[in-house]
């Protein structure tokens, strides 16, 4: 079950901390509000997440994603009181970490509660602030987030241990079966071929498909963080697709600078396969797998259109 919030017309970052603040100093103690039918209160910053957190939790959990809407950008999101007040309350608390949602950390920190359990992403993979924060995208850390996620509802709830470890091989061995399939797939195929993309969001994802990976790290780095890529990554780029180096173009379609647009362009006049990524769940209100699974049937149709050509 997921509840989702709103997000409201955006304010000065400074008059929404204090709002949160004034909110977190008057809701009483944190971490104890339990969901409907004694289900675990569980909130995750971003849906993708969430999405994930429901499928290891099963019957047992509740779950509100504060980041629903495609459009928005996790990077600079501006929290409002009722996101402060649903992070204090939560019993389970998700957040990305590696610099990505800082302002969801920062409202935990601000309402310190020993009985809220909460999961960083990064500190679940040994990953800092610099690090590519999108590990939603890299199969390998989707299953160690899948296992802290038992433990941390093991912790919180551990009359119901078994359940959680059986929902979670549930989880991987139906809900993620085509996930897993087509990932092994399309590795078995296309292994080794070149790709590039235009943001390093398909960069943990790449290598779990045997792709080669060539666009330069600056350029894609600079599309995703909304700074300008250097005269010579753009140069790069742009040889890679002139010379048809490259099978495959993957360019995320909530992100189309005119950088990308150009490239996108460029691709599409060599006769260079081109297919989508989303940084967040689309459409709003998908599941992880569906959304995944969608992404990645893209990806093996395209490489096919390439391999025909």
């Given at each position: 079950m997921?509840?989702?919030?709103?997000?409201?017309?955006?304010?000065?970052?400074?008059?929404?901390?204090?709002?949160?603040?004034?909110?977190?100093?008057?809701?009483?103690?944190?971490?104890?509000?339990?969901?409907?039918?004694?289900?675990?209160n569980?909130?995750?910053?971003e849906d993708f997440w969430g999405s994930i957190a429901e499928g290891v939790g099963g019957d047992r959990v509740i779950?509100?994603?504060?980041?629903?809407?495609?459009?928005?950008?996790?990077?600079?999101?501006?929290?409002?009181?009722?996101?402060?007040?649903?992070?204090?309350?939560?019993?389970?608390s998700i957040v990305n970490g590696i610099g990505y949602d800082e302002w969801a950390s920062k409202l935990l920190a601000a309402n310190p509660d020993g009985s809220r359990t909460e999961v960083?992403?990064?500190?679940?993979?040994?990953?800092?602030?610099?690090?590519?924060?999108?590990?939603?995208?890299?199969?390998?850390?989707?299953e160690k987030v899948i296992a802290a996620l038992v433990e941390a509802y093991e912790e919180v709830d551990p009359g119901h241990a078994s359940y959680y470890e059986a929902q979670a091989a549930k989880f991987e061995t139906q809900g993620l079966a085509r996930y897993h399939q087509l990932i092994a797939k399309i590795r078995g195929e296309f292994?080794?071929?070149?790709?590039?993309?235009?943001?390093?969001?398909?960069?943990?994802?790449?290598?779990?498909?045997g792709l080669?990976?060539?666009?330069?790290?600056?350029?894609?780095?600079?599309?995703?963080?909304?700074?300008?890529?250097?005269?010579?990554?753009?140069?790069?780029?742009?040889?890679?697709?002139?010379?048809?180096?490259?099978?495959?173009?993957?360019?995320?379609?909530?992100?189309?600078?005119?950088?990308?647009?150009?490239?996108?362009e460029a691709a599409e006049a060599a006769g260079i396969p081109i297919t989508t990524v989303t940084e967040t769940l689309t459409p709003a209100g998908a599941s992880f797998q569906a959304w995944m699974v969608r992404e990645l049937e893209g990806i093996d149709r395209a490489l096919r259109a390439g391999g025909d050509g």
């Open positions: 997921r509840t989702t919030l709103k997000i409201p017309a955006a304010l000065t970052a400074l008059l929404l901390l204090a709002a949160a603040l004034f909110a977190l100093a008057g809701c009483g103690a944190g971490g104890t509000a339990t969901g409907a039918d004694g289900k675990l569980v909130v995750a910053a779950v509100t994603d504060i980041i629903t809407n495609p459009a928005a950008d996790p990077h600079d999101y501006e929290p409002t009181a009722n996101d402060a007040r649903a992070l204090a309350s939560a019993q389970v960083d992403v990064g500190d679940v993979l040994g990953l800092k602030s610099g690090d590519n924060p999108h590990q939603w995208y890299s199969p390998t850390a989707v292994e080794g071929t070149r790709v590039g993309a235009s943001e390093s969001i398909f960069e943990p994802l790449a290598p779990a498909l080669n990976l060539v666009t330069p790290r600056g350029f894609m780095d600079g599309i995703a963080e909304g700074t300008e890529p250097s005269p010579s990554d753009k140069a790069s780029a742009d040889h890679q697709i002139a010379g048809r180096s490259i099978g495959l173009w993957v360019y995320n379609s909530q992100n189309a600078t005119p950088d990308v647009q150009r490239l996108n």
